[in-house]
């Protein structure tokens, strides 16, 4: 496994920006994020990434499926808008040469994300669930037909209302079970999955289902915000060693990402943040504990 920059850690670098610091801090890939990639360009960012020589590890992101279950045509309506950016998104990550497309799946119909409840939201959890299978049936050939591979990301159970219907890992793996490992696979996040006590069963179950790993740590206590709740490896509570075994023995010999949603770290000098996370990565993560 190798060490990546998830864009999102030094967020405020431009695609450029960001291609250029993992070079010079000799790193061999870079997560990146669907808004940046607009604001750079598509072709040009699929440029500035192959002349440094770099891997897309990932990009940031699919989802969002679940407005289908608000009732009649405005259900209609969204579950078709949302299946149209999908599209998109997936032939985004194919120009990239991206390994996947990471896929937040979207939280209860109607709810949006870091807004108060909406009248005439949906609190059909089920039904949510079921929106993201139906989904999932459509975009999975479609992705499968560009070379993109699709990776169901289960977020905390914090964000399920607005955020992601999947909050275990095993439940995003049981889902991804309908289609080929090339087409669908999982994210191991370790912020959102480092308290299921299933959680190294279900990395052993995934094998080679594991499409992206994901690491930062979990803040405690969380700041108000709980979305700004992650921290740099070896600052938070999530003990890396056994997760990161588990990962490797089930065969994940990919990217490692760091994906880092904090203002402090967003406000301090990149280029010093990516240094620490080279050395956390080296001192936490891999750390055999």
Known sequence: MSLSLN???????????????CARHGLAAIG????????????ETAKLVRDAGLRVSSLCRGGFLTAGGLPGEEG????????????RAVDEAAELGAACLVMVVGGLPGVRPGEGLPRGFSRDLAGARERVAEALSVLAPYAGERGVRLALEPLHPVYCPDRAVLSTLGQALDLSL???????????????VWWDPRLLDDIARAGRRIASYQVCDYLHPLPEDVLLGRGMMGD????????????RAAGYDGDV?????????????PDEVVATMRRRYAEVVLAEG
Request: net charge negative; glycine share 6%.
């Open 76 to 87: 209609r309506r969204a579950f078709a808008e949302a299946l149209d950016d999908n599209r």
């Open 236 to 247: 938070g509570v999530i003990d890396f060693a056994p997760i990161t075994r588990a990962v």
């Open 7 to 21: 864009q999102w850690t030094t967020r405020r670098w431009s695609v450029a920006e960001a291609v250029d610091g």
């Open 257 to 269: 990402e760091v994906e880092i949603f904090n203002a402090d770290v967003w406000a301090a000098d």
């Open 178 to 192: 309908s289609y080929p490992e090339e087409q669908v696979g999982v994210v191991v996040d370790t912020f959102h």
């Open 32 to 43: 990146l994020w669907r808004e940046k990639v607009a604001e750079q360009g598509l072709a």
